[in-house]
């Protein structure tokens, strides 16, 4: 089920009720064999959609449930940009989570736990954060450097890019 539906009520839920929908999602799966992880994002326009943690159970590393319930949100809507979502998750989000609600013009994110709550629970996410937070010798665990090409061998998907007219900006 990707999109999910509130308890009908006179008003637009809170971000509290978001974030218990979330835990409930989170806790919810633990139960179905994913992680402790639930999100949902509800886009502009109010519709609702979740996600859940399917990291073990895909055997998919990017099966996170932030990382779920906005490619949910975004086949749905039939869009890549989910400008005006607000995003509500069980826990905060790891980089990689956080980066995928920026590239998808996400406005807001509520969180529940913390990462220090994931982290006393057996995940540790700080050698992630310490990544992109620190410096060189943070980076030890994953060296990221270019390769020797030529200009315009570097630069070719770019110049394509760029000589296609038919190509969707984003």
Request: aromatic fraction near 10%; charged fraction near 20%.
């Amino acid at each position: 089920m990707t999109s999910i539906s509130m308890p009908a009520t006179d008003s637009q839920p809170t971000p509290a009720e978001y974030l218990s929908e979330a835990v409930a999602l989170a806790t919810d799966n633990v139960r179905n064999a994913g992680g402790p992880f639930g999100a949902i994002v509800v886009s502009a326009d109010g519709r609702v959609f979740e996600g859940v943690n399917r990291v073990t159970a895909n055997l998919d590393p990017s099966a996170h449930a932030e990382v779920t319930a906005i490619r949910n949100a975004c086949r749905e809507l039939g869009t890549f940009d989910l400008t005006g979502a607000t995003l509500y998750t069980s826990c905060e989000p790891c980089p990689m989570c956080l980066a995928t609600s920026l590239w998808a013009r996400i406005d807001r994110v509520y969180f529940a736990a913390d990462r220090h709550d994931a982290a006393d629970a057996g995940f540790d996410d700080a050698v992630f954060y310490r990544y992109f937070e620190g410096g060189p010798d943070d980076r030890a665990i994953m060296p990221v450097s270019s390769a020797s090409l030529s200009a315009d061998e570097r630069v070719a998907p770019f110049t394509e890019w760029n000589a296609t007219a038919e190509r969707t900006e984003y």
